[in-house]
């Protein structure tokens, strides 16, 4: 918890049960605000002192409501590594974006492809992985020809800079039409009769 929201929840928590004294000792008649008498319950709507206490109170409500949200705002907890394998020194941990940028760097130099995922699973029993992905063609290549050119070198790369094995490298070509447009027809043939 930072120093500055640590110093907002006191300021809300002293805030609010000064005017919690303040409520109760005019409830009680302690005689401890008689300025809310006199200047908030008795003046009229349109006074200064009106517009004032209403100005307070919507800052005061959304204080109240930006303490409240940041309490429940989500804090990034420390992950454990995607990958990790052991060496004689200790071990080594590996993010799978790591992993997923080196086979994106080389399916990004094949022209053809129009998009491209990425999807990586590592086998921690024997420290090995399985690669799938999914590429939208653009019709600039011959699809298997891509496909095989991709698998070889990406696999090779991913291989050489991880020291690991890839078990398999699937790739799946994704239908390149969005869903709004329609299938192409070919020409309308009339019929002679």
């Not at 000792?25 to 004032?52: C, K, Q, R, V």
Request: glycine share 6%; charged share 20%.
């Amino acid at each position: 918890m930072s120093i500055l929201f640590r110093a907002a929840l006191f300021l809300f928590a002293a805030g609010n049960l000064f005017i919690l004294y303040t409520v109760i000792g005019t409830w009680l008649n302690w005689g401890t605000a008689p300025w809310i008498e006199n200047s908030i319950l008795g003046s009229s709507p349109g006074s200064e002192p009106f517009w004032i206490v209403l100005l307070l109170s919507v800052l005061w409500i959304v204080l109240s409501v930006l303490i409240f949200l940041g309490a429940f705002r989500y804090t990034k907890k420390y992950r454990l590594p995607d990958i990790r394998w052991k060496n004689d020194e200790g071990h080594v941990d590996v993010s799978k974006d790591t992993i997923k940028n080196i086979v994106y760097r080389n399916i990004n130099n094949y022209e053809g492809l129009d998009s491209s995922e990425v999807q990586i699973q590592h086998i921690e029993s024997d420290n090995t992985l399985n690669v799938r992905t999914y590429i939208t063609v653009n019709g600039k290549a011959p699809i298997q020809t891509l496909s095989e050119n991709i698998q070889e070198s990406a696999k090779a790369d991913l291989q050489r800079i991880t020291e690991m094995e890839v078990r398999t490298f699937d790739v799946i070509i994704k239908d390149n039409l969005e869903p709004s447009q329609s299938i192409p027809k070919g020409p309308k043939v009339s019929r002679v009769q």
